[in-house]
Every structure is written in C-alpha cells, then in structure tokens.
C-alpha cells in the first residue's frame, strides 16, 4: 500500500493569497483530493488544491523546506 | 546535515533562526525533535480510539456527530505529526504499522478506559487543554518551522475539543444529582492523571536538549501551572472539587495531594493516603502501560496487513 506525498494549497475566499497550508499521504490524485479536503477542513476555502511533492521544482536552489527535501529524496 | 556546530545550531536558535529542513539540523537536534514529534503524534493517534470507543455513549445523533469530528482532528493531526517525521527521515509505516503497543509514547492517560459520557467530555475538557498548553507553547516558541506551520491548523482545532469537552462540563454539573456526581468522578481520577502528565518536576528534570534547541519555551513546572491556571478555576466555578488550591503566598498554584502517587487503574483511584512515591515508581507505571494499550493500538493496526494482502493479491492476478 504504497502511499505519495501530495502538497495542499488553499485560498480563504476570493482575492487571498494562495498559501501552502499542509500535506497529506493518498495513494492516486482522487484519493489526495478527498485526504485534502477532509483533514483541512478548518476553514471554509474558497479554493484548494493539491500537488504530488515530486512535482513541485524548487526555483531557488538555496535553503527552503521544499528545495531540502527535494535534494533528501534524491539522494 | 547542518552547516553548524550543535553549539552554533544551539545559539543561532536561541537568537531566533528557524530551521527549515533536514540541512539546517544537526543530529542533536534531529534526534531532539524526533522524539518531541513521536510523543506529539502518537498522543494525537492514540486519542483517537479512546475517544471512538467512548463516543458510544453520546447521548444524541448531535453528540455522536461532534464527538466524531474531534475524532476526526485527532486522526488529522496524527497523520500531520507522522508526515513531519517522514520528512525528517523516520519512517510512518513503522512508526503506526511497525511498533508494540507498548513502544508507543503517548502518555499514560491514553491507556485508561473512558467508561461513559461524562468521562468522555471531562477527558476533552482535561486531556486537550493539556495538548492545547503543550502545543501552544511549541507554536510560540519552536525553532521548526513546519511544525510552527502545521500546528496553527491543529490550534484551531484543539480549541474546539476543548469548548466541547468544558461546554458538556458545565451542563452536567449545572444539572447536579447523579449527573455532576458522574463528572465528579471522572475529574477525582483525570485530574491527577493530566498533572502528571506533564512529566518530572523541574528541579529533576533531566537535560533533555529541547529547550537549548528551541523546540519548546516553557518548562514542566511551568506548563503544569498554565494548565492548572485554566482548569482549577473551571473546576470551581462548576463547584466541582478538585485537590489543588491557589497560594497566594506563593504565586502558583500548589497540589493538595502527595506528588506523585500510585494509581490503580482497575478502580481509577489515586492513592493519596499511601502517600509520595518516587518517579521511578511512575516510570514503571507508565511502562507497564495501562489496560487499554493493547486494545487501542489493535484497533488501528488491525486491517493493515489483511487489506495490503488483498491488494498485492489483486496486482499480481
Ligand atoms: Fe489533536
Ligand atoms: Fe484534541
């Protein structure tokens, strides 16, 4: 049962930053969208959306979360 | 690993440098945080079927719904908590799938049985404003900055435990008889059980790192006073009697009980009148564990292994 990490993305209403607010595990696209949903159900978002973690390319190649955890999976 | 020495890491988080990802730390500090973050998320994980098996005995449709939606958060947050220690290179398969139930850290409350409503609503009242005083802490002052991320979503939600639990409280002891004596019971053993949880007092405190490293702000001592500071004015303004006072002398709130105690988990009683008893007696206690570890943990590793051999099964067909 092997799982993918997904990134979760969500707007609070209309004209609000897009912000990461957390991740879930889900085994395909359908499933993440369900996890998504229903962990981040603290706020009523105007829109969420959900990324597979391998899929987000770090621009910078510095120091941030996701650029470090990229680099870790790939070694 | 980290560019830093465990001394330089040390003083760069005091001064207020946030650690992003598993480059910035050093294995101190990595070691540090995975044991703040297994005792965070397996708390989290093991709340949840005490509190599932206790949500039987909702007294509405209503009640049902809003016990299972703290439920719910507490999975939530489990599986947020596992996720950061994936990303620090543990393993969750292991960490849910892979343990004895007695290897799980969660604290000894989460090993007691909840046998009834008012159980239930005095351990939310209890049991998350302790996990809401711990966790506010680690937000206002954690070095990590996912975890600081991640526990603004899991405030929110604490909070709401804690209304439910203190809401249901009140409405029992208001309607006294039978119903404020059920809550008086289940605050003669929780009480006890919640000091205790946070831990050795500070003048035994052994150097555990975390606050050299950041990953918490306040100390045993004092996190237990913060929880009482909420709680026993609660308890009193309900007229519910709990063993700790206010000394105004001392500025803090004092415990009107031996410190700690031996407890008997078949009748949930704190033997106070046996007197103090050494940490070492606690620690055995606590590594004993209590009478629902076996079933709690059971209960959520149970299909793993059935489910993932039908579906290897399905893909090799
Ligand atoms: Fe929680
Ligand atoms: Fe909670």
Redesign the pocket.
Known sequence: MREIVYDVFARKGRGDQLVHIGYVDAFDDETAKVYAWKTYDEENWFEMCVVERDAIIPVTNGEGHFAQLKRARDE | MSPFTDDELKQKVQDGYMVEGPEDMTEGYRKALVVQLTVQADT?LM?APSYWMAARYAPSTNTQVSAHA?IQ??LA?ANIAYRLLEDIGESKEHLVYGRQPHEFKHPYGFDQPLDNWAELVVA?GF??RA?ITLLTDVHENTSYAPLKRALVKIGM??TF??RHGEVWMRRLSKAGGEAKEMVQRAVDWMFPMTIEWFGLPDDMKRHSGQLDYRLKGLTNDQLRQVWMSATVPLCEQLGLHVPAHWDAEREAYVLDYPFPCQYDAVDKHWAFDEGEISWDAVFERWKGRGPMNEIYVESVQRSRLDVARWLDGKAAA
């Open positions: 989290e709340s703290i958060d507490e947050h939310t049991f998350d996990g939600e604490e435990h804690l």
